[in-house]
């Protein structure tokens, strides 16, 4: 069975529509030192790239038992401890925030971990700086371009040859924030593209299903709520 680690304020719709389909829930604990908006963000506290998770020191004392539960499900996971603290302004929150596109990862230089782009390297990927802290949270990475409303991104997408797809900003809740973001309010398990609420009433929701084609994708509305940035879904 699968795991994918979700925020702790997952809906119970959502979480059930995730069980229905043999995924089995990790809730995260909140992070004590990041903002209560984003505190659970798996986006946030865990970058995640093959089989191998990184997470702050910080976070691995608060929720040990998380990344021991993960090591008894999947015991050819690889979980790295860095050093560097979240925070809980900005750029000390995004430490971990990063998004794997293509032979890319797309970061912010300065704030991004070392261990994340060390281990991005070692996986032959090639860091591309971009002022966006939260790339993971900005976009859906589907394999060879993106999904996004911020206009940062998308340049740096075809600025080396990746697709990008622009939808329209705004329509994702993220309170106490005006809105949230596309890549926060989805994941990818195979080959469906999860949404975390109803992404059919999202504006831009005809790009997002060609999007979703054109990279053999399934669009899938894990409830008839509005759409959610809950820092996206990691799948194990």
Known sequence: MKTVICDSRISPKMERALRIRGLEPLILPAADNVSEAISSHPDTLIFRLGRTLVTSADYCERAGYIFSDLRERHSDINIIVASE?????????????????GKYLFCRKGSISPSVTRLAE??????????QGYPACSAISLGDGIISADEGMLRAAESVGLSAYRIEQ??????????????GASGICGDKLFFLGDYTRHPSADIIEVAAAEHSLEPVSLSDEPLRDLGGLIFI
């Open 85 to 101: 603290p979240l925070g809980r302004d900005f750029p000390a929150d995004c430490a971990y925030n990063a998004l794997c596109v």
């Open 170 to 183: 705004g329509h994702i809740s993220l309170p106490p924030h005006e809105y949230g973001f596309i890549g």
């Open 122 to 131: 070692e996986c032959g990927l090639e860091p591309l700086f971009i002022r």
